[in-house]
């Protein structure tokens, strides 16, 4: 498996990150038991996989904790922490105190079974609830820091409403941030102009996700968020066919499928460290694995994807 440097943490990560959410959640949401779940983490570690990322509200933690038993020093561990009120509004101002985040912490030692998380991230967070995170939780964080329960602050953001990185645009000014977590694909790949010079500029790592969701695996979905995307006048339809925009990637000297061309598209953007992937099938991990090591796309398609979708800032691909 292909490594990186992971920013200015210092940390060598593999390319490939297992994601432990999404549609998925290691098959969870579609009945695999704990033990294929494990199975998948094993699957991982062993081709060569040392980024586990997982989250409190993805209720996997158990599962990674379980994984990872006697493998702990293998791989680079990164959860996230809702920063609301159980029970409250995500996007609202009910929110918790640095006191009460460092009480839930503990939950996920416990939960993974470590006693020092590598990256911990405040998950999800929206511009509007970006004060408080620098007024009560940045403290938190580094008093956690401090007391050796974790190694490197972490934000992410709310991708699936926030497609134009409001929030990141905004936290990366500060010098707070050790990781960030942000949405890029081929549909949506507005982080090249506003998060990723940043990031590169101050040495941040920087995790992709939604790199393949619904609207790059599902055909269906693909041709309706690209009518939808046409309607608006958001892209040049002269370059492609509605119903089947992506043939142009099909070309025996570009790539074999959709997904295959989505993950190369983001394995190889400058200022992408991790791109995270998640599934539920030991036949799809090896064959998202294989992906990301593959070169990147010829010229010719990056420059066409980005004729096409280089100004779309309006959507996740979820």
Same mark, same amino acid.
């Given at each position: 498996?292909q490594?990186?440097?992971?920013?200015?943490?210092?940390?060598?990560?593999?390319?490939?990150?297992?994601?432990?959410?999404?549609?998925?959640?290691?098959?969870?949401?579609?009945?695999?038991t704990?033990?294929?779940?494990?199975?998948?983490?094993?699957?991982?570690?062993?081709?060569?996989?040392?980024?586990?990322?997982?989250?409190?509200?993805?209720?996997t933690?158990p599962?990674?904790?379980?994984?990872?038993?006697g493998?702990?020093?293998?791989?680079?561990?990164?959860?996230?922490?809702?920063?609301?009120?159980?029970?409250?509004?995500?996007?609202?101002?009910?929110?918790?105190?640095?006191?009460?985040?460092?009480?839930?912490?503990e939950?996920n030692?416990?939960?993974?079974?470590?006693?020092?998380?590598?990256?911990?991230?405040?998950?999800?967070?929206?511009?509007?609830?970006y004060?408080?995170?620098?007024?009560?939780?940045?403290?938190a964080?580094?008093?956690?820091?401090?007391?050796?329960?974790?190694?490197?602050?972490?934000?992410?953001?709310?991708?699936?409403?926030?497609?134009?990185?409001?929030?990141?645009?905004?936290?990366?000014?500060?010098?707070?941030w050790?990781?960030?977590?942000?949405?890029?694909?081929?549909?949506?790949?507005?982080?090249?102009?506003?998060?990723?010079?940043?990031?590169?500029?101050?040495?941040?790592?920087?995790?992709?996700?939604?790199?393949?969701?619904?609207?790059?695996?599902?055909?269906?979905?693909?041709?309706?968020?690209?009518?939808?995307?046409?309607?608006?006048?958001?892209?040049?339809?002269?370059e492609?066919?509605?119903? +089947?925009?992506?043939?142009?990637?099909?070309?025996?000297?570009?790539? +074999?499928?959709?997904?295959e061309?989505a993950?190369?598209?983001?394995?190889?953007?400058?200022?992408?460290?991790?791109?995270?992937?998640?599934?539920?099938?030991?036949?799809?991990?090896?064959?998202?694995l294989?992906?990301?090591?593959?070169?990147p796309?010829?010229?010719?398609?990056?420059?066409?994807?980005?004729k096409?979708f280089?100004?779309?800032? +309006?959507?996740?691909?979820?």
């Amino acid at each position: 498996m292909q490594q990186v440097t992971f920013g200015k943490t210092g940390l060598t990560v593999s390319v490939a990150g297992l994601g432990s959410g999404g549609h998925s959640r290691l098959g969870q949401s579609y009945g695999n038991t704990t033990a294929q779940s494990i199975a998948i983490i094993h699957a991982a570690m062993d081709m060569g996989v040392n980024f586990i990322d997982t989250a409190t509200a993805y209720g996997t933690e158990p599962i990674v904790g379980e994984a990872i038993k006697g493998r702990r020093d293998e791989v680079i561990l990164s959860t996230k922490r809702i920063i609301f009120q159980k029970g409250t509004s995500p996007v609202g101002t009910d929110l918790l105190s640095g006191e009460d985040f460092m009480t839930g912490v503990e939950d996920n030692l416990k939960l993974l079974g470590t006693d020092c998380i590598d990256v911990l991230h405040l998950h999800g967070v929206f511009a509007n609830q970006y004060d408080h995170c620098v007024r009560e939780l940045v403290p938190a964080l580094h008093k956690l820091r401090e007391q050796g329960k974790i190694r490197c602050l972490g934000i992410t953001e709310r991708f699936i409403s926030d497609t134009d990185h409001t929030m990141l645009s905004r936290a990366l000014d500060d010098d707070f941030w050790d990781v960030v977590m942000t949405g890029f694909n081929m549909i949506n790949p507005s982080a090249r102009r506003t998060v990723l010079p940043k990031t590169q500029e101050k040495n941040i790592a920087t995790l992709i996700m939604f790199a393949v969701r619904r609207a790059l695996s599902d055909p269906t979905a693909t041709a309706e968020i690209i009518r939808e995307l046409a309607a608006a006048d958001l892209i040049d339809t002269s370059e492609l066919t509605l119903d +089947s925009p992506f043939d142009f990637l099909l070309a025996p000297d570009i790539a +074999s499928s959709v997904t295959e061309a989505a993950y190369r598209f983001c394995r190889h953007e400058p200022g992408a460290d991790v791109i995270l992937t998640g599934t539920g099938s030991l036949d799809h991990l090896k064959e998202n694995l294989d992906v990301l090591q593959m070169p990147p796309l010829p010229k010719q398609a990056q420059d066409k994807l980005r004729k096409i979708f280089g100004n779309v800032d +309006s959507v996740s691909g979820n």
